[in-house]
Each structure stands twice: as structure tokens, then as C-alpha cells.
């Protein structure tokens, strides 16, 4: 499938017109937020399956169900931010198709 070409209405410039990403920016950082709060909260699990994990291991890493909620926070917060970039980027190219042009400045829709 041959990609549609963007055209300024202003310039006609074809060569310097990109995408502005403001969902994709707004989607990592709630999805980050949101995935860092439910993994913190969930640490509970966390130092269940860590100590389980541990255990098997002959606890090689002491203390592993005390860092629990920090793993699980970074955890959920990078999977949050992966999934909030992906459905803010789908949002921008798909729905909301607003661009600039590099050239003169002008912002458009699609």
C-alpha cells in the first residue's frame, strides 16, 4: 500500500511535514503513572512470588521480598508507558492526524 502524501495547505511544501505526537507523549506518561501505581501497590504478590522464587534459588539474593514493590513499580511502570505510547502514537497517526509543516510553520489536519 503506497503511503498518502502530505501537502501544506500554506506552502505546498511536501518534503518537511511531520506528525505532531501530543497523545503519544500524553499516553507514556499516564500509562508510566498508572502502571508504576498498580505495580507498587501489588507488592504484595510481588515478595509472594520473589520469596517462592528465592526460596527455590537457595536464596542467592537476600532480603528478595522487601524489593518487591520497588520491581514490581518499575515494572509495571515500563510496561504503562510502553502500552500508553503505543495506543497515544495509534491515536495520533489514526485519529486525531494533526501535522506541521517544518517549513513555514503551519499546523494542519489530515
Sequence with gaps: MKKEELICPKCGSTTD???????????????????GIIGWFGKKSAR????????????????MGRT??????L???FTGAAIG??????????????YRCGKCGEIFFK
Excluded at 48 to 63: E, F
Excluded at 68 to 73: D, E, Q, V
Excluded at 85 to 98: S, T
Design 17 to 35: 511535514i511531520y506528525l505532531v505526537a501530543v497523545n503519544q507523549k500524553i499516553g507514556t506518561a499516564l500509562g508510566g503513572g498508572i502502571g
Design 48 to 63: 509472594k512470588t520473589l520469596a517462592v522464587i528465592g526460596a527455590k534459588i537457595c536464596s542467592v539474593l537476600p532480603k
Design 85 to 98: 505510547n503505543c495506543l497515544g502514537e495509534f491515536l495520533d497517526e489514526h485519529v486525531v492526524c494533526k
Design 75 to 77: 515494572t509495571g511502570f
Design 68 to 73: 518487591g514493590g520497588m520491581i514490581g513499580a
